[in-house]
Every structure is written in structure tokens, then in C-alpha cells.
């Protein structure tokens, strides 16, 4: 019987005696030929572990959040099953099937000849959504760009980390927005602090900030969303957390400063993520 990722991931500690059961990347080459599902599945919705981390066979309960923004609860193999011979996007989610399959409709002939008034049509209801901004490029989800509607780095902290790893690592600067699917408050566009974007990984600086009040409480939440948004755009994300901030993400860092230490730690997180191969290419 399937069971929660807390119960089955604390059972595996127990059996095997260890704390960490399956290291990061263990299952990597069984989930590879479903992107959808890696897309899917996000870290912070599974108590923090990477789905690389699950066997594909593992019967157990994970949750997934599809393009269209549905969270919904299934076994590794009735996820790998859903499709079928069709490999839809939409497949991989079942609130998106049922919404997918045609109502049947009567003809106007067979509504007037039961006697059966025809249904009248109403204008659609105002959604009360928020207007989204129009600056945002038509460009692919995922895509990296300059957006004029990003704000200016404000933490000298931030732009020492952005030098520091130019010191590091070879790759495109200049962007600091990514085009996303769903809509970040009233923008299809997010501003993480950091992008590389040959290697899809935005890098966030959080810290308690002068009065202790950022990156905590509601706005925790906000940089959440923003995370999981991000995922869904193809993107991994990868937080420098201070002031003992708790860690978001699975592959977020606790750090006291932004030593010699503190970069090798970044660098190893973004080989754990994309693979020593492609990070260290990039190595100046």
C-alpha cells in the first residue's frame, strides 16, 4: 500500500540505518526519459526531497504540480503509466484529462424536438484578476532576457556575489528576468538576483536584512512561489540563506559569510544539481 514521502522516506532511514537512504542523483538516469514528470515535481512540495532521490518503482505518495498550475497526489508508476501511448503534456495530470475530454452535446434539432428550451448564453463573470503587465517579451518559457520592469540590486552583499562568481565560473551575464508560464503577481516575467543561464540555475541572496524582517513570515511564502514558479520554467534555484534563515529548497545553502569555503560549497551544489561534467566546463 502507497504510503507519504515522510513515512516511506523514514522507514528507508530506519532499514538502511542511515540518514540519507538514496544521495541526490542516485535514481538520475531512471527519470530522464520523463521530463514532464522531472518538470512536475517539485522539492518543497515533497519534504524536501529530490526526485532523483525516489525510486521510479518506489510505491509511494508524492506530490506533483502540472504547467496548468494543478497540485495533485500519485504513485511514481501512475504517473509513468498516465500517458499511455500519447504523450501529451496535459497527460500527466488527471484534472487536465477530465477537463481535455469532450461534453457531449445535443443538436439544436434534437433540443426544439424534446420540447427542451435552449440554454441561455451569459456573459462571462469578471474573474477579478489582476491585469498583467504588457512589457513582458513574447519569448518561450524559460527563456532569460533584460527586462525593463526588474528592480536595481539593492544589497552591496549581492553584487559581490554576482563578481565572485564571475571570478568562477564563464558564463552570459546581463539578464536578470526569466519568462515564466503562470503569472508572477501581475508579470510573466520573474527577477531572480542571479542567473547563469547556461546552466539554468538562478542563485537568490536572502538574509534577515537591517531590522530582521526579510525573507521571513509572508514573504518566505513569496519566495516560495517564486521558486516553484521558476522549477516550473525549467530553472533550478539555489538560495544563499543567512542570519540562520531556514533552508527553502533542497539545494539551498546556510551560510554564515561569503568566504573561499562559502563559493567551493556554491560550486559543489551546482555540480549536485547539473552534473560536475557541465559545472566544470564552465570554470574559469
Known amino acids: 500500500m502507497a504510503e507519504p ?6 522507514r528507508r532511514q530506519f532499514s538502511r540505518g542511515v540518514d540519507v537512504p538514496y544521495p541526490v542523483g542516485t535514481y538520475r538516469e531512471a527519470w530522464a526519459p520523463f521530463p514532464v514528470l ?4 517539485h522539492p518543497d512540495l515533497n519534504a524536501g526531497i529530490v ?3 525516489i525510486p521510479p518503482a518506489a510505491d509511494v505518495l508524492l506530490q506533483w504540480q502540472c504547467d496548468a498550475g494543478h497540485v495533485f497526489v500519485a504513485t511514481p508508476e501512475e504517473q509513468r503509466s498516465r500517458p499511455g501511448r500519447e504523450r501529451r503534456r496535459s497527460s500527466w495530470c488527471p484534472e487536465c484529462v477530465a477537463a481535455a475530454k469532450p461534453k457531449p452535446v445535443l443538436p439544436v434539432g434534437a433540443w426544439a424536438a424534446a420540447g427542451v428550451p435552449l440554454p441561455r448564453t451569459r456573459p462571462p463573470k469578471p474573474t477579478g484578476g489582476v491585469e498583467l503587465c504588457t512589457r513582458t517579451p513574447d519569448l518561450p518559457v524559460g527563456e532569460p532576457f533584460t527586462s525593463v520592469c526588474a528592480p536595481k540590486p539593492a544589497s552591496s552583499v549581492e553584487a559581490q556575489l554576482r563578481a565572485e562568481l564571475g571570478e568562477r565560473l564563464d558564463y552570459t551575464t546581463g539578464f536578470n528576468a526569466v519568462r515564466v508560464r503562470r503569472p508572477f503577481f501581475d508579470h510573466l516575467e520573474v527577477w531572480p538576483d542571479i542567473l547563469l543561464p547556461e546552466l539554468r540555475i538562478a542563485v537568490e541572496y536572502d ?9 521571513v513570515g509572508r514573504r518566505e511564502e513569496v519566495d516560495r512561489r517564486k521558486d516553484r514558479t521558476l522549477r516550473a520554467a525549467g530553472w533550478e534555484v539555489v538560495r544563499i540563506r543567512t542570519g540562520r534563515l531556514e533552508k527553502l529548497g533542497p539545494h539551498d545553502l546556510q551560510l554564515a559569510g561569503l568566504g573561499k569555503s562559502a ?3 556554491i560550486l559543489d551544489e551546482f555540480r549536485t544539481i547539473r552534473g560536475p561534467f557541465l559545472v566544470d566546463a564552465y570554470l574559469r
Open 38 to 41: 522531472i518538470r512536475q515535481y
Open 51 to 53: 526526485l532523483t532521490q
Open 263 to 265: 563559493y567551493a560549497a
Open 5 to 10: 514521502i515522510r513515512d516511506w522516506w523514514a
Open 207 to 215: 538574509s534577515t536584512g537591517r531590522h530582521g524582517l526579510e525573507h
